[in-house]
């Protein structure tokens, strides 16, 4: 038993004995690896982040004629100074392609650090490597301010951030165009009047909106952005699918981004029409209605009661009339820029004037579409005011039952509006040519009220009630303040540029 133990003693002793010998032999190599891993993981960082500074920096410029390969290598040597940890032998290696479909430039770099502690294996220096790739595809986009009436407390923050949204698309590569709407719709930019309607007319989004020009750029049309009536969105949606529809005839070019970026603060609560179009029956009979032209003569556009008509969301209480439409008139673009309560888009002017002039209940006098026998089944644009029951779900429609047959009560007319716009999205989303995404910001500083639960089904996003993943998956940003709104801009821009690491 003791020799035994004695021996066990003994091989325990060996070990300890063995162990104190290598320690050395082992742990400073250990310290060693870690000291010059961690430098390396340091430097690592470093360049990864110049790479990637380098990239994206560059990247804003894609489609420019600015030099993007120079001033990426610019970026690069301002953000690794010379000698980073005693760094050596920084080798950029900075490509750029255009292709038919998209600009890219690829940042990549080494350096050369000196190993401290694992010199002594004859390991002298590590190269680091970063790579860093941005993209940048060509883009065509249209904003859709809301400038209805409770815009006029937060207009000047809008003007401002959308200016500089603006901004952040390249003139002379990329195209924008702008739609603002109230009680109707009028294309902001490009300036051209009268209007055309044909999708394949002159027009759209181009590529001169920051330009000086005689009738003025984007940036004038906004700055001189007023406010005033009601909220048709449908409306200023379906003008911006148009504008769109014509950039692309013009271009001729399948690979341009197609994108609307819609901003609102409220809800749709009212709709375009055309009310005595002889297919629909929507005018009320001569025997129970003053209206002189029931239906409306073909081919004389005098008789054609084109206009807008809304309703709120109560189930009592008066209702908008029927109103003329802004892109009907002939004035500037300036003039409808700072509409705030102009007569011409209340009291209407030209053809409507005369369409309704013997109307009882279509004109100013007594405003309430009681002359209507319904509400038109089609907005003007073509998309149903009263299909579907998803009004049902928003929280300014909710528990309402549509009945356009009491086209003179709010909520019946506020629902077709709310309709409209649902549906304008879906046909424009549905687009396969064009494949357009849609970017919604809803405000609700100041007031605001925006439907939410309608944004994103017009956005199409992950969580949408009517998410079709055969549809471009967009983006809604709420904003509750200024410094919000700029960041939500900011954030639909980076989207829209596409720029990736």
């Not at 401002?160 to 709407?181: H, K, N, P, R, W």
């Not at 590529?207 to 940036?219: D, K, R, V």
């Not at 003179?408 to 007319?413: F, H, P």
């Amino acid at each position: 038993m003791g020799s035994s133990f004695h021996r066990g003693g003994r091989r325990r002793g060996s070990v300890g004995i063995l162990f104190t010998f290598m320690a050395p032999l082992v742990l400073v190599p250990l310290a060693g690896l870690a000291i010059d891993g961690c430098r390396l993981y340091i430097v690592q960082a470093k360049l990864s982040s110049a790479v990637d500074g380098a990239a994206l920096g560059a990247g804003r410029l894609l489609g420019t004629t600015a030099n993007t390969t120079e001033i990426a290598g610019e970026f690069l040597n301002a953000n690794f100074p010379t000698g980073f940890w005693g760094s050596t032998n920084l080798q950029p290696n900075i490509q750029f392609v255009k292709t038919f479909i998209l600009n890219r430039i690829t940042v990549s770099a080494t350096v050369d650090v000196p190993l401290l502690f694992l010199a002594v294996f004859k390991q002298s220096k590590s190269t680091v490597v970063a790579t860093a790739v941005a993209t940048r595809k060509e883009t065509r986009v249209e904003l859709v301010i809301d400038r209805s009436g409770t815009m006029s407390g937060q207009l000047g923050a809008v003007k401002s951030t959308a200016s500089q949204f603006a901004q952040s698309f390249i003139s002379g590569y990329d195209e924008m165009g702008l739609v603002v709407f109230s009680g109707s719709g009028v294309v902001g930019y490009p300036t051209t009047r009268p209007y055309n309607y044909s999708p394949t007319s002159a027009g759209g989004p181009d590529n001169s909106f920051l330009t000086t020009q005689a009738n003025g750029n984007i940036l004038d049309m906004l700055s001189d952005l007023g406010s005033g009536s009601w909220t048709n969105m449908s409306d200023g949606l379906a003008l911006a699918y148009l504008e769109l529809q014509k950039a692309d005839h013009r271009d001729n070019d399948p690979t341009r981004l197609n994108a609307i970026v819609l901003f609102t603060d409220g809800f749709p609560n009212a709709f375009s029409s055309y009310a005595n179009d002889p297919s629909n029956n929507s005018l009320k009979p001569t025997s129970q209605s003053s209206c002189t032209y029931n239906p409306a003569t073909a081919g004389t556009a005098s008789t054609h009661m084109v206009g807008w008509a809304g309703g709120g969301t109560g189930s009592s209480g008066s209702v908008s009339g029927l109103y003329f439409l802004g892109s009907s008139d002939n004035n500037t673009t300036a003039y409808w820029m700072t509409y705030s309560g102009k007569p011409d888009e209340s009291l209407g002017t030209g053809n409507l004037k005369t369409a309704v002039a013997g109307c009882a209940y279509l004109n100013q006098s007594s405003p309430n579409l009681a002359d209507l026998n319904k509400i038109p089944p089609q907005t003007y644009w073509g998309d149903s005011t009263s299909d579907g029951t998803a009004y049902q779900s928003s929280p300014y429609y909710s528990g309402l039952t549509y009945d356009s047959t009491k086209p003179n009560i709010q909520g019946n007319a506020g629902i077709a509006g709310w309709n409209a716009t649902d549906n304008v999205g879906k046909r424009i989303l549905g687009d396969t040519n064009l494949n357009v995404t849609i970017y919604t910001i809803g405000y609700t500083g100041s007031g605001g009220n925006p439907d939410t639960y309608l944004l994103k089904r017009l956005s199409n996003t992950t969580d949408s009630t009517n998410r079709n993943t055969s549809w471009q998956t967009g983006q809604y940003v709420p904003a509750s303040n200024t410094d919000e709104l700029a960041q939500a801009f900011q954030a639909v821009a980076a989207s829209i540029l596409r720029l990736a690491q």
